[in-house]
Nanobody, 124 residues
C-alpha cells in the first residue's frame, strides 16, 4: 500500500516556476512507476509526466516537454515535478500517482494510487 501527499502548488505569474513534491509512504515506493497528472475545471484528467522506478527513463506530454522535469529520490520516498516557463493553460489541480507496473504509463487506469492533488494557478 502506498499513500501519496502532494505539496508545492500555488499562484505564480506567467513565465514563472514552481516545484511540486509528492511524498510517499510505504516501503515499496521505489518499485513503482510514478506519474503526474493534472485536471483543469470542466476537463478530463490528463497525463503530464512519468518516471520509472530507477529514474532512468522519463516521459512527458507534448504540452509540457522542454518546460517540466520529473525526478525522484527513492531514499526520500519523494517524486518531484519542476515546472518552468509556466503558462496560464497550465492552471489545474496536479495529482501524483503510483503504478505497480514496470513500464511507463500515460493513462489513469494504469495507476493504482493517487494523491489528493495540489492546485497550480498561473496568472497572465
Amino acid at each position: 500500500q502506498v499513500q501519496l501527499v502532494e505539496s508545492g502548488g500555488g499562484l505564480v505569474q506567467s513565465g514563472g516556476s514552481l516545484r511540486l513534491s509528492c511524498a510517499a509512504s510505504g516501503r515499496t515506493f521505489s518499485r513503482y512507476v510514478m506519474g503526474w497528472f493534472r485536471q483543469a475545471p470542466g476537463k478530463e484528467r490528463e497525463f503530464v509526466a512519468a518516471i520509472t522506478w530507477s529514474g532512468a527513463r522519463t516521459y512527458y506530454a507534448d504540452s509540457v516537454k522542454g518546460r517540466f522535469t520529473i525526478s525522484r529520490d527513492n531514499a526520500k520516498n519523494t517524486v518531484y515535478l519542476q515546472m518552468n516557463s509556466l503558462k496560464p493553460e497550465d492552471t489545474a489541480l496536479y495529482y501524483c500517482a503510483g503504478s505497480n507496473t514496470e513500464m511507463i504509463a500515460t493513462t489513469t487506469d494504469r495507476y493504482n494510487y493517487w494523491g489528493q492533488g495540489t492546485q497550480v494557478t498561473v496568472s497572465s
